[in-house]
């Protein structure tokens, strides 16, 4: 079945809020939902087996970093989850990466988060101490997640068109950062429309606050998927 639809970023603070929204959705319609780091300590597996008995695909986004062996042993668990896609930080290492994808197996996604978003050149430079440019770095990680035979990568939509051209039309770029035309920023900076994201080829957006913020978060919902997938 196509997977092909924006993921709901589902960052709330309990089980029980996550249980209201998406009771507010038609029964049979299948989502893809991303869990969080602030959701996941606060619920644990249960609420990744929770919505998975829904029918839902989940992108559980941990950001794991750590030695090669342990972030192998937990991805072994996260996979005993069923979870559809997860991820772990690129600056772990190629080493990091591979043991990750051997302890995850091939089926369910993986993709590396290059430069965080809230991360700006001077902060890479200063804090990292690498000395290239912000698009430099990302595009670097882009390559050594493909080397580590990794799904793709998070990224701005932004660098979508030069991640693609540094690695393969395959390789997936998965898109937070992302509002409808007039909708409110928040904290997001550099943000697209779903369409615009569409059009310098985004695969998946990931969208929070326009939707789960919205007075009807349903209607908010269909809006952009009509015009991500339209
Ligand atoms: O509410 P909003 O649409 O801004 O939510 C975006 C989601 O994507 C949040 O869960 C945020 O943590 C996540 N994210 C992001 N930028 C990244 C990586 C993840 O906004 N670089």
């Known amino acids: 079945m196509n997977e092909s639809r924006p993921i709901i970023a589902l960052d709330f603070p309990s089980f029980d809020d996550v249980k209201s929204f998406l009771a507010r959705f038609p029964e049979g319609e299948q989502l893809y939902v991303k869990i969080g780091m602030e959701l996941y300590y606060a619920a644990g597996p249960e609420v990744v087996r929770y919505v998975k008995k829904l029918g839902h695909w989940v992108f559980l986004d941990l950001k794991l970093h750590d030695i090669p062996n342990t972030v192998k042993s937990a991805m072994a668990v996260l996979a005993n989850l069923g979870v559809d896609m ?13 043991a990750a994808r051997e302890g ?49 990568v998070v990224c701005s939509a932004h660098e979508v ?61 269909q809006a952009i998927c009509q015009e991500w997938q339209s």
Request: proline share 5%; net charge negative.
């Open 86 to 98: 997860t991820n772990v930080h690129a600056a772990g290492g190629l080493e990091m990466m591979k």
């Open 104 to 152: 995850l197996g091939s089926q369910p996604k993986l993709i590396a988060v290059t430069q965080l978003t809230s991360t700006s050149q001077e902060q890479m430079q200063d804090n990292q101490n690498i000395q290239t440019s912000l698009a430099e770095s990302v595009i670097h990680y882009a390559g050594k997640a493909a080397q580590a035979a990794l799904n793709g």
């Open 161 to 221: 068109e030069a991640i693609k051209a540094a690695t393969t039309d395959d390789f997936i770029c998965l898109t937070p950062g992302i509002r409808p035309a007039g909708s409110d920023l928040g904290d997001q900076k550099r943000v697209m429309t779903p369409s615009a994201a569409r059009a310098v080829g985004s695969d998946y957006i990931v969208v929070g606050r326009p939707i789960t913020q919205a007075a009807d978060p349903v209607a908010a919902y």
